[in-house]
């Protein structure tokens, strides 16, 4: 068990624990923990306004939201039993409670030729997200060399809920008249997701095994959203003919995969996955299609220390959930977010060479992506709008390399560094002619160092560092950024607690700026977080045993689904 406390601007805490009992039929496992904080937004947004290819004012904004609060809750349970030396079934289910409660002001000034607006607003959002897993699962063990099957089912129920309210007030300075206006905005969602999957594995020997599977996943979507204008005292809402959808998808998909040792310094992989999606949405946008991801690898030994291999795979990223709803949801009077029906998956074919020496290693990587799912704002000139939203462009090429040099700098003090090189471009359509292809591409590159000290008396610290160059994404190009952070720990009661203090971000550095700079969007902006925190942290250990290791069936059937939940 555990708790901790943490300070920047705001403060914040939490605590956790786990129970975990291991038998000779038996085993169980709970993990639960709950933390809240509350947390600083200010920045700015300024943009420069078009009609076309025209330049026709100015936008600035200032954001101040100083009393944000947020709460998270996460259980974990989950129980196997070992009906005889070669039948395992289990169950888990796990809880995650998400809310959000953010106040602030937003300032806005509007400068368009011989106009000036001078905006305020108050804003107030809401935000709650429930998620329920459950999972049962089945492991047959069929031989000593480690054949099985593994048979999983799983339903993920996950709702969450958005509520926005804003007043606003606007003062035109020419003719010094003021309007007033209130919005509110209610957006809930309600996610079931279904999976079955069945693995087997043969082995034939330890030098070769076959993997094969399948899976099928259902996933289902009902979304709502009712906007309301304040006016004459009373609530009035707006019809703007969609105010209801759902959302369908259904993946099959099976795999074969061969590994075989040739000899002490080959081996060797082949793999191909078969996936056939279908899928419906709003406007009668259905679609299905069959795809195949196959994938290939070859190791080499050169000897003891020195080894090589090689690779090529080809996978599908599919869009987040929540960006297939076409609902726009308020980021503040003049920033909206919304999905994109239309949107499709991503298709990436991916080669890697890697090498290592010792503890040593350095990967070279090349990705083409195609349909490249890419984030932008679209611009409404009649409005001042900006709409945040994804879309899929024409192709991506990423050149990467990354280097891994682990050092012991002396019996007490272990080091890690990492350096990470990139070549990225993007082809994608203008958005003032959509018949143009523009194309934008960077080098960029990251470092980090981590660094581990020990001590005498059970004393031990750690000082890390990591910086990010600057880079794009999507149309969104991002600033460089770093992070610096520090703790130091004690541990006592015959290595039973722990008592250790942090602190993140000490030179508040970590917070990015953002830009674009595609005609007709042109905007720089930057939110700063609370994230220089001082933290206290203790934790306890009743058994005194540390890194048991579970026996408990886990289920990582659905981990693709969760992800594009964002969980």
Do not use: C
Request: glycine share 6%; charged share 20%.
């Amino acid at each position: 068990m555990g708790g901790n406390g943490s300070v920047g601007k705001r403060s914040g805490g939490g605590g956790n624990g786990s129970f975990n009992l291991s038998t000779k039929k038996i085993d169980f496992t709970t993990n639960a923990s709950y933390s809240q904080k509350t947390q600083v937004e200010q920045g700015y947004q300024n943009r420069d306004l078009y009609k076309g290819a025209d330049k026709i004012g100015d936008f600035k904004q200032d954001v101040d939201f100083s009393d944000n609060k947020v709460k998270n809750t996460y259980l974990n349970t989950g129980l196997s039993y070992h009906i005889n030396n070669k039948n395992t079934i289990g169950a888990e289910f796990g809880f995650t409670k998400v809310t959000y409660n953010g106040l602030g002001d937003v300032n806005s000034q509007i400068s368009i030729v011989d106009q000036r607006l001078l905006t305020s607003s108050r804003n107030n959002i809401k935000y709650a997200a429930d998620l329920f897993n459950y999972n049962l699962k089945y492991k047959a063990d069929f031989d000593s060399l480690g054949s099985n099957l593994i048979i999983l089912g799983s339903y993920v129920k996950y709702k969450n809920d958005k509520t926005q309210i804003f007043e606003q007030s606007q003062l035109d300075q020419n003719s010094n008249t003021t309007t007033n206006s209130k919005i509110r905005n209610f957006a809930p969602a309600d996610f079931n997701i279904y999976t079955l999957s069945a693995d087997y594995t043969k082995m034939w020997s330890k030098e070769l095994f076959l993997e094969g599977g399948v899976k099928y996943t259902y996933t289902s979507n009902q979304s709502k959203q009712i906007t309301d204008n304040f006016s004459n005292s009373t609530w009035n809402t707006n019809d703007d003919g969609i105010s209801e959808i759902g959302y369908y998808e259904k993946v099959s998909a099976a795999y074969l995969n061969l590994n075989y040792v040739l000899s002490q310094k080959t081996s060797f992989q082949a793999g191909i996955r078969g996936e056939n999606t279908s899928f419906g949405v709003i406007n009668n946008i259905h679609d299905s299609y069959f795809r195949l991801f196959p994938n290939l690898r070859l190791d080499y030994k050169w000897n003891t220390d020195f080894s090589s291999s090689i690779g090529y795979a080809r996978n599908i990223s599919r869009p987040a959930y929540e960006k297939l709803i076409p609902f726009e949801l308020y980021i503040d009077n003049y920033t909206t977010q919304r999905g994109n029906p239309l949107l499709k998956p991503e298709y990436a074919n991916s080669f890697f060479l890697n090498q290592i020496y010792k503890d040593y290693s350095l990967r070279v990587g090349y990705t083409i992506t195609n349909d490249a799912i890419s984030d932008l704002y679209l611009y409404d000139p009649a409005s001042l709008r900006f709409t945040a939203t994804q879309m899929n462009f024409l192709k991506s090429h990423l050149l990467s390399a990354s280097l891994d040099v682990p050092l012991k700098l002396t019996s007490r003090w272990n080091a890690n560094i990492g350096i990470n090189g990139f070549y990225k471009d993007l082809k994608f359509p203008s958005a003032l002619n959509p018949a143009i292809v523009m194309k934008k591409s960077k080098y960029y590159y990251t470092v980090s160092a981590y660094n581990a000290f020990s001590f005498k008396h059970n004393w031990s610290a750690e000082l890390n560092f990591y910086y990010y160059s600057s880079f794009f994404d999507g149309l969104y190009d991002i600033g460089g950024f770093s992070d610096l952070s520090a703790g130091i720990k004690k541990t006592f009661w015959k290595n039973r607690a722990s008592l250790k203090f942090d602190v993140s971000d000490i030179f508040y550095d970590s917070n990015m700026i953002v830009r674009t700079n595609e005609l007709p969007t042109i905007s720089t902006s930057v939110i700063k977080r609370d994230t220089r925190r001082f933290r206290v942290t203790f934790r306890y250990n009743f058994s005194g045993k540390r890194n048991v290791k579970s026996k408990i069936l886990k289920n990582n059937g659905n981990d693709p689904e969760l992800s594009r939940l964002g969980i």
